[in-house]
């Protein structure tokens, strides 16, 4: 039996999609469906039920993928453990990272990164969504915030905290900023994302905290276009170290209140690299993250 075709079966059912698992591989979605046909064909079993709108299961299909999945997941492992004999690393790695922090830390990256490591190719996947890695046939995600319970592991790539701040001819023009209560009389950039977008939340030398109720007439689901907003003076914007330390250092933009600490949800934030769970991470895997966590935080520092 074809083991590309097992793997392909997979990644169908993983997916719920034959078009998804054709777009992830370049293949036309017809040579999927043939496929999986002709695995039906040898099983003498149909697998999958089939509508205009999904693809399911049938009984004898959940069986026969309970069974198959830990053994097509023994046989990658295999591969990798193989290849990595060798030495150098290759073959294609999946990376999921939100937009905002791709493109400031990643992306600055990747030409010495391919220069180290030639046979190894990176597919970056920008998402701000929670990305089941599994499904989708993901390497690594890189994660920010605070982590959810879950079976997937998790390394730190590094600490990161947040900072208000806002352009020299924006502040020239509004109200004086002394405390954090004096933040509820600005303009503020927000974020929707779940306490980002109606409170900030402040921490002063003494461990003192405020929350502060923000408003305002923008809400921006990208961090570095929030930045953009507030270096054209449109207000004030609670933005990460990695994102501004370089326009803080320049003067583009201002700290507003630098003797707090200043949070949206909690004061303890990292960006991590999480991976599904494996008895074997491949060298490919290894090697990224080893050469990442090494790289990002002096790119980013000031």
């Keep these: 039996m ?36 002709g695995l039906e064909k040898e099983l003498d079993l149909r697998l999958l039920q089939r509508t205009t709108r999904q693809i399911s ?13 830990p053994l097509v997941e023994e046989l990658q492992q295999a591969s990798d453990i193989a290849a990595d004999v060798v030495g150098q690393p290759k073959g294609q790695l999946r990376v999921t990272v939100s937009a905002s922090f791709g493109l400031k830390c990643i992306v600055p990256l990747l030409p010495q990164f391919e220069q180290l490591y030639p046979d190894l190719t990176v597919n ?19 994660r920010l915030g605070l982590l959810q319970d879950s079976t997937l592991i998790a390394q730190q790539l590094m600490r990161t ?6 352009s020299p001819d924006y502040l020239k023009r509004s109200p004086s900023i002394t405390s954090p209560q004096d933040i509820a ?16 939340l402040f921490k002063d030398t003494q461990g003192n905290l405020t929350e502060v109720p923000i408003h305002g007439n923008t809400m921006i689901s990208n ?19 990695w994102l501004i330390n370089e326009d803080l250092r320049t003067g583009t933009l201002v700290d507003v209140l ?28 290894r090697v990224f993250i080893d050469f990442f966590k090494q790289n990002v935080p002096h790119l980013v520092m000031p």
Aim: proline fraction near 4%; charged fraction near 20%.
């Design 2 to 37: 074809d083991i590309s075709v097992l793997k392909l079966f997979v990644d169908v059912v993983r997916q719920g999609s034959f078009a998804g698992v054709a777009r992830d591989r370049n293949i036309d979605p017809s040579s999927v469906s043939r496929a999986i046909a």
């Design 57 to 69: 299961l049938t009984e004898a299909g959940k069986t026969y993928f309970d069974r198959i999945e």
């Design 124 to 142: 970056l996947l920008f998402s701000d969504a929670v990305e089941d890695l599994l499904m989708n046939r993901i390497d690594v995600a890189i």
């Design 161 to 166: 905290h947040y900072r208000v701040c806002a």
């Design 185 to 200: 009389d600005h303009n503020c950039l927000r974020f929707p994302l779940a306490g980002f977008q109606t409170q900030w």
């Design 223 to 241: 961090g570095i276009a929030l930045q953009q907003c507030a270096i054209a003076n449109m207000g004030l914007a609670l933005l990460p170290n």
């Design 258 to 285: 630098p003797t707090y600490e200043v949070t949206g949800t909690d004061f303890s934030t990292a960006a991590w690299f999480v991976y599904p769970s494996r008895c074997y991470v491949p060298l490919k895997l």
